[in-house]
T-cell receptor, first 112, second 113 residues
Framework: QKEVEQDPGPLSVPEGAIVSLNCTYSNSAFQYFMWYRQYSRKGPELLMYTYSSGNKEDGRFTAQVDKSSKYISLFIRDSQPSDSATYLCAMSGGTSYGKLTFGQGTILTVHP | ETGVTQTPRHLVMGMTNKKSLKCEQHLGHNAMYWYKQSAKKPLELMFVYSLEERVENNSVPSRFSPECPNSSHLFLHLHTLQPEDSALYLC????????????FGQGTRLTVV
């Protein structure tokens, strides 16, 4: 079983839709949870950073962490074509030091 | 721009060649990382450096040799690679190894022929 599971998609939605991206994980020591956005031919860009359980909102983006279910989500409201990218979840904690464990990434396309 | 610069952006090399990837960060960070990104696979951590000292080698074959001469620069020396080593190689940095907010460079797209 992979430490972090993420549905690779692809996911295609119309402009203005609410997008829900999810990851599950198996390591209960994970405490830090991140979402990265990666455009084609670019490096990953840090989008959201959350510590432990709870919600965090930044503009159109909301990150949720449910440690009891080992489940994290990223919601994108009023999605735009410019949101089309691959979204990567990442997490760390426990004895993993600075090591980030990534999901496979979900390819999202928002069409006009 | 994230403050992490990688060169070259693209590299094609034969299996007998020796080449080096370069990474430079202008963020004042003390930790630097090499990751490998292959198609349809999660990013894989290769090496971690903290204040120029290697603190993790994630079971990477010896044909990959990292070098960190100072906290701003990181190299990945490549020799006798295999075609399956073709991938996007990403450099990242963070304030400290215990700080998990990592900032990535654009990557070097490596093709081994």
């Amino acid at each position: 079983q992979k430490e972090v599971e993420q549905d690779p998609g692809p996911l295609s939605v119309p402009e203005g839709a609410i997008v829900s991206l999810n990851c599950t994980y198996s390591n209960s020591a994970f405490q830090y949870f991140m979402w990265y956005r990666q455009y084609s031919r670019k490096g990953p860009e840090l989008l959201m950073y959350t510590y432990s359980s709870g919600n965090k909102e930044d503009g159109r983006f909301t990150a949720q962490v449910d440690k009891s279910s080992k489940y994290i989500s990223l919601f994108i409201r009023d999605s735009q074509p410019s949101d089309s990218a691959t979204y990567l979840c990442a997490m760390s904690g426990g004895t993993s030091y600075g090591k980030l464990t990534f999901g496979q990434g979900t390819i999202l396309t928002v069409h006009p | 721009e994230t403050g992490v610069t990688q060169t070259p952006r693209h590299l094609v090399m034969g299996m007998t060649n020796k080449k080096s990837l370069k990474c430079e960060q202008h963020l004042g960070h003390n930790a630097m990382y090499w990751y490998k990104q292959s198609a349809k696979k999660p990013l894989e951590l290769m090496f971690v450096y903290s204040l120029e000292e290697r603190v993790e080698n994630n079971s990477v074959p010896s044909r990959f040799s990292p070098e960190c001469p100072n906290s701003s620069h990181l190299f990945l020396h490549l020799h006798t690679l295999q075609p399956e080593d073709s991938a996007l190689y990403l450099c990242a940095s963070s304030l400290r190894v215990t700080n998990t907010e990592a900032f990535f460079g654009q990557g070097t797209r490596l093709t081994v022929v």
